[in-house]
């Protein structure tokens, strides 16, 4: 009922730039907190950022000062723009959205997952 689309992952040479995107569609009243995580090989998965409806960013020590996340609450979409990429960035990037179905009921969703590979 619920999808969270992304896009914008690749491969990008170190100190290089990419921004994703997630979009959540479908049926609900409201979509809380919006964040993304990453999983490199051999590694689990962890924070990278979230950000609330008109709430203050939090980011994980690695990525701060050189993430920034952003979301368009009327399109129900969260960005990630990355700057000055490492190769230890290497992961699978996943969306992850609170979604109010109903003033009640709440679920967590997750997106499909994009690649983003920094290497020369």
């Known amino acids: 009922q619920v999808q969270l689309v992304e896009s914008g992952g690749g491969l990008v040479q170190p100190g290089g730039s990419l921004t994703l995107s997630c979009a959540a569609s479908?049926?609900?009243?409201?979509?809380?907190?919006m964040g993304w995580y990453r999983q490199a090989p051999g590694k689990q998965r962890e924070l990278v950022a979230r950000?609330?409806?008109?709430?203050?960013?939090n980011y994980a020590d690695s990525v701060k000062g050189r993430f920034t996340i952003s979301r368009d609450n009327a399109k129900n979409t969260v960005y990630l723009q990355m700057n000055n990429l490492r190769p230890e960035d290497t992961a699978v990037y996943y969306c992850?959205?609170?979604?109010?179905?109903?003033?009640?009921?709440?679920?967590?969703?997750w997106g499909q997952g994009t690649q983003v590979t920094v290497s020369s």
């Open positions: 950000l609330s409806s008109g709430g203050s960013p």
């Open positions: 992850n959205a609170d979604v109010a179905l109903t003033w009640y009921n709440n679920r967590a969703y």
């Open positions: 479908g049926s609900f009243y409201n979509v809380n907190i």
